[in-house]
């Protein structure tokens, strides 16, 4: 089991920047695929980017390509999201979540654990 606590939310100005960690407890961070999802109000949880066990791959929606970087540092226990060039629309709580398998590594469905979220809010 793992326990995810994320950080770094908050409000910015449109064409800002953010950085989310999420930090992870246990002895086995490294055996995860990571992901970071955001639920906006009335929208269901929505998939941002993954990172594979050593960071070897990424993923990322269409609306994050380009302007966020999903890192992971497993020596630390944590998996960062690097959000640039913020736009009104990026606005939601951000979660991150645990998976041990690339099955559904881009649906909500496919992660076993999650962290409380962090609210990212970013003004026009």
């Known amino acids: 089991q793992v326990q995810l606590v994320e950080s770094g939310g908050g409000l910015v100005q449109a064409g800002g920047s953010l950085r989310l960690s999420c930090a992870a407890s246990g002895r086995t961070f490294g055996s995860y695929v990571m992901g970071w999802f955001r639920q906006a109000p009335g929208k269901e949880r929505a998939f941002v980017a993954a990172?594979?066990?050593?960071?070897?791959?990424?993923y990322y929606a269409d609306s994050a390509k380009g302007r966020f970087t999903i890192s992971r540092d497993n020596a630390k226990n944590t998996v960062y999201l690097q959000m640039n060039s913020l736009k009104p629309e990026d606005t939601a709580v951000y979660y991150c979540?645990?998976?041990?398998?690339?099955?559904?590594?881009?649906?909500?469905?496919?992660?076993?654990?999650w962290g409380q979220g962090t609210q990212v809010t970013v003004s026009s």
């Open positions: 990172i594979t066990w050593n960071g070897g791959g990424t």
């Open positions: 979540g645990a998976t041990r398998t690339m099955l559904r590594v881009t649906s909500a469905l496919g992660y076993d654990y």
